[in-house]
C-alpha cells in the first residue's frame, strides 16, 4: 500500500522544503536542478502539484494536495512498479522450485523478433 502524506510526517518536510531559504542569483540559476521540469515523465505531476499548493498555502496544500503529492512520488520514486516486478520475480521462483517450470528464467526473444 502507497504511504500518504498525513500518515508520514517526514513527508510533510518535504512539502515545505520547496523555496530555498536565501534567495540570490545561484538559487535562480540551479533551482531547476532538483525538479522535474525539465522534459521528464513525472513534470505533469510536479506541475499539477505545484498549483495546488500554490492555491492552497503550505499548511492546508499539505492536506488539500496528498493526491497530487502521492501521484509525483510515485512516479518519481516508482515504488509500485519496482514491488510488482519484486512479486513476478518471487512468483517464478516459487514456480520453479515446486516443480511446475522446467527452466529458472524465460527464454530471451529472437534477435530479429522485434
Known sequence: ????????PWKLGELKGWAP???NPFTDIFGCVMTHQ??????????RFGDCMEAYGPH??????????????EC???????????EMRAERKRQYKAGELKER????PK???F
Not at 500500500?1 to 508520514?8: Q, W
Not at 499539505?62 to 512520488?73: I, P
Not at 518519481?76 to 519484486?86: C, G, I, L, N, P
Request: aromatic share 12%.
Open 60 to 73: 492546508r496544500g499539505a492536506k488539500e494536495c496528498r493526491v497530487y503529492f502521492n501521484d509525483l512520488m
Open 111 to 113: 534477435i530479429d523478433a
Open 21 to 23: 531559504l536565501f534567495r
Open 38 to 47: 525539465s522534459g521528464f515523465k513525472c513534470q505533469d505531476f510536479e506541475a
Open 1 to 8: 500500500m502507497a504511504r500518504d502524506v498525513l500518515t508520514d
Open 105 to 108: 528464467y524465460a527464454p530471451p
Open 76 to 86: 518519481s520514486r516508482m515504488t509500485k512498479q519496482v514491488k510488482r516486478v519484486q
